[in-house]
């Protein structure tokens, strides 16, 4: 590639010097009388190497080269400052004002092609790291920002463990979305309801109709910059999928199955709770309803025994008043008496068995009144685990998303 020099200089003879010494196949060079044309002549066509005189009329060399150095066009342009002067201080002041080399007139060309191939490797090899910096400045963004979106992703699956409704899954859902700047609407299904939620607050029917109606096969449904991602339990529209970013693009498709896989986990773990918990009261009911049954009918049996008792003790006094006023003979009345006391013996016997029942339902329903007591207790130990766990996640989570 041929070398472009542009040499600003208010000697003409310089500038022809310059001119004979640089000019080749390899070499192009163009000049400049003064500071101000200079300045503009680099502009319109950037160099790969200013020559800049120190002394000129108008703004001197070094006003010069820190002016061109606030340009954005000639900010990395190699600048060789050409004067007469040599001092220490002159060449710290060029460097100060931002040259790259001093040198000294007059010059041998052969010195001259030395340095300028020197700036020329050395302008190539800033370009090459420059390159190389952004793009490892470009991959570190990225890294970190991926990280960020993932640890938002971890940040949502931890809270998602203190949420006991569907309500809370769904706004917890789209507050997570919302970090990543996409706006969604989310379809959440419980019991065959669907509950909707949406980043803007509503949901058109035609975008119900979309999430509703699309294959629910696919994990993924993409049309335009609108993605419909479906599982069992939930699906998401997303309206702004970033399609001028792809790499942004990808990291989102990623981490959405992550959310909702935990969301879908979640709805089922609702729902097995919520079953696990009308059944415990359903059986504290029915454990209690049976104990009271129990209880009734023990009480009746003894109410019951101690009524049989005194009628029977009441019969025998009524039959002894009886056989007296009906005459009968000693013997006949003492074979009736014989006859009832057997009779009163037997049924007192059925009646003792009644003590054996009432001490199985006694034991029965001590043993249900301990069962009744456990499942009150795993019950009101289970609410308050949930209700300790939700105060922990929001005592311990702090809504700003660090990186890991």
């Known amino acids: 590639m041929q070398i472009d020099i542009l040499a600003i200089d208010d000697d003409k003879f310089i500038q022809k010097v310059i001119t004979r010494s640089l000019s080749s196949h390899a070499i192009s060079v163009r000049t400049a009388n003064d500071g101000e044309s200079g300045i503009e002549e680099a502009t319109r066509v950037v160099p790969d190497i200013i020559l800049l ?13 820190d002016r061109l150095r606030s340009l954005e066009a000639t900010r990395n342009t190699p600048i060789v400052f050409l004067s007469s002067h040599s001092s220490q201080r002159e060449r710290m002041q060029g460097y100060e004002v ?8 007059p010059f041998e060309k052969e010195g001259l092609l030395a340095r300028i191939n020197v700036l020329i490797k050395y302008q190539r090899e800033r370009e090459e790291l420059q390159e190389q910096y952004e793009l490892a400045h470009k991959s570190a963004i990225t890294a970190m920002t991926g990280a960020s979106e993932l640890a938002m992703a971890m940040h949502f699956l931890e809270k998602s463990l203190a949420y006991h409704s ?13 970090q990543f700047f996409i706006d969604c609407c989310v379809m959440l299904t419980d019991k065959e309801q669907c509950l909707w939620f949406s980043s803007s607050g509503t949901v058109s029917p035609l975008e119900k109709e979309l999430v509703e109606n699309v294959d629910k096969e696919a994990r993924f449904v993409d049309f335009g910059s609108r993605t419909i991602v479906n599982y069992p339990k939930v699906s998401l529209l997303v309206k ?7 790499e942004r693009y990808g990291r989102i498709k990623d981490l959405l199955p992550i959310l909702l896989s935990a969301v879908n986990s979640k709805i089922n773990v609702l729902g097995t709770q919520e079953a696990l918990t009308l059944q415990s009261t359903n059986l504290i009911d029915s454990f209690k309803e049976i ?5 009734v009918l023990g009480s009746t049996i003894v109410t019951n025994r101690k009524d049989s008792t005194v009628m029977m003790n009441k019969l025998v006094q009524d039959l002894n008043y009886d056989f007296l006023r009906m005459g009968l003979e000693e013997d006949q009345e ?12 037997e049924a007192m016997e059925e009646m003792d068995a009644g003590v054996e029942i009432r001490q199985a339902l006694t034991f029965i329903l001590q043993k249900l009144n301990t069962v009744v007591n456990k499942q009150e207790e795993l019950y009101n130990a289970f609410t308050e685990s949930l209700a300790v766990e ?12 660090e990186l890991f």
């Open 53 to 65: 005189d120190v002394e000129m009329p108008g703004i001197n060399g070094y006003e010069t080269c």
């Open 98 to 105: 931002g040259a790259d080399d001093y040198f000294v007139k």
């Open 166 to 178: 569907i309500n809370e899954l769904g706004q917890g859902l789209l507050e997570t979305t919302d």
């Open 240 to 246: 702004n999928m970033p399609l001028d970013d792809m």
């Open 291 to 295: 104990r009271n049954s129990l209880f």
């Open 334 to 345: 003492q074979y009736l008496l014989n006859r009832i006391d057997s009779a009163i013996d």
């Open 390 to 401: 939700v105060e922990k996640e929001n005592a311990s989570m702090d809504d700003d998303v």
